[in-house]
């Protein structure tokens, strides 16, 4: 590769010149010193079309990326830099995800027009997509919602002349336009998947310049610092369940949640997880996720894998519920199945093809495996599981003293940690909810009567 010309293509917006110059400072340290880099703007459709609103059922997935795709697949760039959260689900044949690098603040904020009272005068707000209405919904009843396209200086603009007394962008985009003093607030829940997330694509056959820049992708670093712990809040109301697993954002719809995590997970050396996709990958062609935690430890090993090139394009992806499917969107795996409620493998398997094949299952050392193969059987799938993640049992601490409502086990071994740690809950008067129905019957077992989230 030493004095190449990498012809590098990219929206004409001022925010994706600035997404490029960020793209390439990560780049040159792992390319040739000598490499040189050709720059070439491009609109896409979306670009052209300013008009329609993006929640528009008619707007395709690769409204954002389908004419830089197009002059990649032609030759005439070898790189295309993307805001993640615009890669199409499914990237042309012959394209390829060399890195998702590593992304800014991932959330949506709201800018406030200069002189408008904050929340008494917002009445009209800008928003792009049914994530950002719901939001902003949440943070504003009774507000009016008006679509809003265009880049960001023209957003800007339009609130600035009038048009709107808040509108909703991206806080990556306002921070590397250097107008993050724009922000009034931000948005409470999840934004898009990928937000604030960079990704260079580039040619499948361009195979020394993927391997380069794979070693750049954030997915292979996802465990080299410690992930927060959720800590329970000073105060909640008595309405409050205490919330056993280890990701309470994943479920804001539950009701007020309490942090109380009884289990914690761990994920297995990266190279006996490597040794897993080296041994079934080859040989099937889907992977299901039955947690988020299965989907960070296997993307992390598929980052660092050296078939992952050849296996992406055949596999599909499943998850066994909504925590699941969201975890695998946010690392760049978008489900082609997913069970939308908490029915876990019982409810994902309704949702898939009735064909064979071998489909990859990255566990716990504590998943029922045994009728979790049977029930894909059913399906004529054959289920290949292999250990990712241990799951180990966890003290919180002494029950709080303030009063809750009841608790919510996200699996079995939330129930055996509980009843091990609290024994003299065993008779205790509570609503005892359960996350899936194999975490349902564990509770019943143990003489715990309640109900399963649906």
């Given at each position: 590769m030493g004095g190449r010309v990498l012809r590098v293509a990219a929206r004409p917006s001022p925010l994706s010149r600035v997404q490029v110059a960020e793209a390439l400072a990560a780049l040159r340290p792992v390319i040739p010193a000598d490499t040189e880099f050709e720059l070439i703007y491009l609109e896409t459709p979306g670009d052209r079309d300013r008009v329609t609103p993006l929640a528009d059922p008619s707007v395709p997935d690769d409204f954002f990326t389908r004419d830089l795709d197009q002059l990649l697949l032609s030759r005439g760039a070898d790189l295309a830099v993307h805001s993640a959260k615009d890669l199409p689900r499914r990237l042309p044949p012959g394209l390829e995800v060399a890195a998702l690098l590593p992304g800014l603040d991932p959330r949506d904020a709201l800018v406030v027009r200069p002189g408008v009272e904050w929340p008494a005068q917002v009445r009209v707000v800008g928003s792009s997509t049914p994530r950002r209405d719901a939001a902003v919904r949440s943070l504003l009843p009774g507000v009016e919602l008006r679509p809003i396209r265009g880049n960001i200086e023209q957003r800007l603009a339009a609130l600035d002349r009038g048009e709107y007394d808040a509108i909703v962008v991206a806080a990556c985009a306002l921070i590397r336009l250097g107008l993050a003093d724009r922000i009034h607030c931000n948005l409470p829940g999840n934004?898009?998947?990928?937000?604030?997330?960079?990704?260079?694509?580039?040619?499948?056959?361009d195979l020394d310049l993927i391997r380069s820049l794979r070693t750049l992708d954030f997915r292979r670093r996802l465990f080299d610092e410690i992930p927060p712990t959720h800590t329970p809040p000073l105060d909640w109301p008595p309405e409050a369940i205490l919330f056993t697993g280890t990701h309470p954002e994943h479920f804001p719809h539950l009701g007020p949640l309490v942090p109380w995590p009884m289990i914690r997970l761990e994920p297995v050396p990266l190279d006996r997880r490597l040794a897993e996709l080296d041994r079934h990958l080859p040989s099937c062609n889907a992977v299901a996720f039955a947690s988020a935690f299965a989907a960070r430890t296997f993307a992390h090993a598929w980052a660092h894998w050296s078939g992952a090139l050849r296996a992406l394009p055949r596999l599909r992806i499943y998850a066994a519920g909504p925590a699941a499917g969201?975890?695998?969107?946010r690392l760049g795996f978008a489900p082609d199945?997913?069970?939308?409620?908490f029915g876990g493998i019982a409810s994902l398997v309704r949702e898939l093809p009735s064909r064979g094949g071998g489909c990859f299952y990255p566990?716990?050392?504590r998943s029922p495996v045994d009728e979790r193969r049977r029930v894909m059987a059913e399906r004529g799938i054959e289920l290949r599981p292999a250990i990712f993640y241990h799951t180990r049992d966890h003290y919180p601490g002494p029950l709080p003293n303030r009063?809750?409502?009841?608790?919510m086990f996200t699996s079995p071994s939330t129930v055996e940690?509980?009843?091990?740690?609290?024994?003299?809950e065993r008779g205790a008067r509570r609503r005892w909810m359960a996350i899936g129905?194999?975490?349902l019957r564990a509770m019943r077992e143990a003489g715990l009567e309640g109900e399963m989230i649906e």
């Open positions: 934004a898009a998947p990928l937000q604030g997330h960079l990704a260079v694509v580039a040619r499948e056959d969201d975890a695998a969107e199945a997913i069970a939308h409620d566990a716990s050392d009063p809750f409502a009841g608790v940690a509980w009843l091990r740690y609290y024994p003299a129905p194999t975490t």
